[in-house]
T-cell receptor
Framework: AQSVTQLDSQVPVFEEAPVELRCNYSSSVSVYLFWYVQYPNQGLQLLLKYLSGSTLVESINGFEAEFNKSQTSFHLRKPSVHISDTAEYFCAVSFSGGYNKLIFGAGTRLAVHP | EAGVAQSPRYKIIEKRQSVAFWCNPISGHATLYWYQQILGQGPKLLIQFQNNGVVDDSQLPKDRFSAERLKGVDSTLKIQPAKLEDSAVYLC?????????????FGEGSRLTVL
C-alpha cells in the first residue's frame, strides 16, 4: 500500500530565507508525486508534479522539488521565501493505474515571518 | 472559468443527526472526488466518480455515508447518522477524465462540526 510522510508539521522561517519541506513516500509500485498548496481560506491547488522525465520539477512561483527514487523522497525547496508563501503544503502520491487516486501526507504549515 | 462549488461552507449538528453536502464540479470534468480532511491530517479519499459511476469507494463508511452523482454532473454526500468523529472538512474535487496527471481542482470545502 502507498503512504506519504511529511516529516515536519510546522516550519517557521524568516522572509528571504531558504526553506525545505520534506516528504517521503512508501510504495511497491511506480508512483507519481505532487505538491499541493492551500493558502488561508482557499481550496487546495496543485503546485507542481513529477510524472516522468527530469527528476527536478519547478513551479511558476520559484518552488522546486526533486524526485529521489533511492531515498523515496520528494522534498520541496525554495531559495528565498516571501510572506505570501505562508500556507499549508501537502505532498501526495498516486500510482500507475491508480486513475488519479491521490494519497496525501498530513501537511506542513509554512509560516513566513518578516 | 468557474471553480468547484460546494455548499454549505459550515454546518453544526448534533450526533445522530443527518447532514448533506453538495458539490458542483468544473464544467466538463467527468471525474469527481469527495475527500475527508480531519484536523491535523491530510485529505483522505472517500469516493471517486467517473461520470455517474463509482470508481472507488473503498474508504467510504457505507453504514452511515452515502454519495450520488446523478446525471454525471453535481454530487451530494450524505451522513446519517453523524458521529463525533465525523467532524472534518469535506472537500470536493474534479478533474478531466482519463490519464493520471494528478491535477485535481478543489472546492473550498464544507466544514462539519458534530456536537
Amino acid at each position: 500500500a502507498q503512504s506519504v510522510t511529511q516529516l515536519d508539521s510546522q516550519v517557521p522561517v524568516f522572509e528571504e530565507a531558504p526553506v525545505e519541506l520534506r516528504c517521503n513516500y512508501s510504495s511497491s509500485v511506480s508512483v507519481y508525486l505532487f505538491w499541493y498548496v492551500q493558502y488561508p481560506n482557499q481550496g487546495l491547488q496543485l503546485l507542481l508534479k513529477y510524472l516522468s522525465g527530469s527528476t527536478l520539477v519547478e513551479s511558476i512561483n520559484g518552488f522546486e522539488a526533486e524526485f529521489n527514487k533511492s531515498q523515496t523522497s520528494f522534498h520541496l525547496r525554495k531559495p528565498s521565501v516571501h510572506i505570501s508563501d505562508t500556507a499549508e503544503y501537502f505532498c501526495a502520491v498516486s500510482f500507475s493505474g491508480g486513475y488519479n487516486k491521490l494519497i496525501f501526507g498530513a501537511g506542513t504549515r509554512l509560516a513566513v515571518h518578516p | 472559468e468557474a471553480g468547484v462549488a460546494q455548499s454549505p461552507r459550515y454546518k453544526i449538528i448534533e450526533k445522530r443527526q443527518s447532514v448533506a453536502f453538495w458539490c458542483n464540479p468544473i464544467s466538463g470534468h467527468a471525474t469527481l472526488y469527495w475527500y475527508q480532511q480531519i484536523l491535523g491530517q491530510g485529505p483522505k479519499l472517500l469516493i471517486q466518480f467517473q461520470n455517474n459511476g463509482v470508481v472507488d469507494d473503498s474508504q467510504l463508511p457505507k453504514d452511515r455515508f452515502s454519495a450520488e452523482r446523478l446525471k454525471g454532473v453535481d454530487s451530494t454526500l450524505k451522513i446519517q447518522p453523524a458521529k463525533l468523529e465525523d467532524s472534518a472538512v469535506y472537500l470536493c474535487a474534479s478533474s478531466f477524465a482519463g490519464g493520471n496527471t494528478g491535477e485535481l481542482f478543489f472546492g473550498e470545502g464544507s466544514r462539519l462540526t458534530v456536537l
